[in-house]
């Protein structure tokens, strides 16, 4: 990631300043609609009003209007990264036979999931996890290639105002989540977890722009962007460059789990998390509204393979990403219905693997999609790509595999490898994660 953010940022100091224009967005969530400049997409012209002055035309389109939604798919996506599971690789039960605190479990446990077996009266547990997410795709469409047509304000098919600006679009968002977890066996059979993320935000958006003359045809004096190298300083083609980074504590998250079943190596457990919202929304470094998330986690172990199974509800309240950042209008983040489903191997008693499936049912959330849109007038028709918005449900789900190693008496080192299984919402090819494992 950094070096595409070396190489944009070497763009805008080599382009000549009248091909490019780059800016820093006062926040993430306004990166999208501040890009192009606080009036919109502007174009020249040399063409006089009646009043005299000359014609500065504004040119409107849902990549501005709309694309902030891209908030939301952002700040679904932070709702929906799964926190590694706070509860330790270490399972203890009391041998009154001895005594004394004896393992419950021959492997140590899920990463992204969670087992049914709470880590026992009085004993602590202590993780970190760094996860590294760089998204390629939001519903299928690359993120390298996003098409947005830009329409002149009060659009006709008349001469003057049926001239349209093609743009094609690169977007870079990646979000990198460092979370430490403190885990307390209160009972028991029942204990509560604080998750602490520190999270960093990196968000750009590089913007070619060319302005398709399908009305006013080769007069170049009625639309064109300022360009000295261009014959008469009128250019038919602009680039535009924004980009940004935030880094600070995100959402805090407060669980309790307690078992309610356990026969032989079989458990079911029920919880609830409560996620605070204390990270930035304004730099997407968290929802910027409260969730609560019920869940229950069955698990089981027979010989090496553990097999284990979760399902829970994510209530999200409002947000202003849900709304409008600039009014402080407020809106609903999605719902969403989650479950994993997997197994932790026991290779020996120092290693285990993990494998898992993870998903979500988003409800009722803005989907990205293109469509072909042709533009008409008097001097042609440009046959072009746009794109949309519109209020759907969807699955999305991956896959992760990764593995918990025994290094040293009660310490885990963790790695984990997450990938997409489909195109729903906002999707990375492979998110790495590594981390440790302490328990007292």
Known sequence: MVPRVLLFG????????????????????????????????????????????????????????DFRLMNVALATQLTTVPVPSPASGFIYKFDSTTGTFVRATRSFG???????????????????????????????????????????????????????????????ASVTQFTGALTYGVLERFDVSLAVPVVRTRLSLLSNATVQ????????????????????????????????????????????????????????????????PTGDEENLLGAGGPGVRPFVAFSGTFGRVAPHANLAYQWNGSSRLGGDIRTGQTGDLPDQFIYAVGSDISVNPRLSLVLDLVGQHVISAPRLSTFAFAATGPSGTAALQDLRFQ???????????????NVAPRILINFNLRFALNDGGLTDRVSPLIGAEFAF
């Open 110 to 172: 899920p990463i992204l999931a969670d087992r049914a077996e709470t880590i026992g009266r009085d004993r602590i547990a202590f993780s970190f996890n760094e996860q590294v997410f760089s998204f390629d795709r939001l519903d299928g469409v690359a993120l390298s290639s996003i098409p947005a047509v830009f329409r002149h304000d009060a659009y006709q098919s008349t001469a003057g105002r049926s001239d349209v600006i093609s743009t094609m679009n690169t977007v870079r």
């Open 10 to 65: 070497a763009l805008g100091v080599l382009i000549p300043a009248s091909l490019a224009a780059q800016s820093r967005p006062a926040s993430l969530s306004t990166l999208f609609e501040d890009v192009f400049g606080p009036n919109g997409l502007v174009v020249s012209s040399d063409e006089v009003q009646l009043d005299g002055t000359n014609h500065a035309a504004h040119f409107n389109s849902s990549f501005q209007s």
């Open 391 to 405: 209020n759907a449900s969807y699955w999305g789900s991956s896959g992760a595999v990764g593995a918990k190693l």
């Open 213 to 276: 003359r399908v009305g006013t045809g080769s007069n170049l004096q009625v639309h064109y962007f300022r360009d000295d190298a261009a014959p008469g300083g009128h250019g038919t083609a602009r680039q535009f460059f924004a980009d940004g980074s935030a880094a600070g504590i995100g959402d805090l998250l407060v669980r309790a789990k307690g078992t309610l079943m356990r026969e032989g190596t079989r458990a079911l457990a029920a919880g609830l998390d409560l996620r605070i």
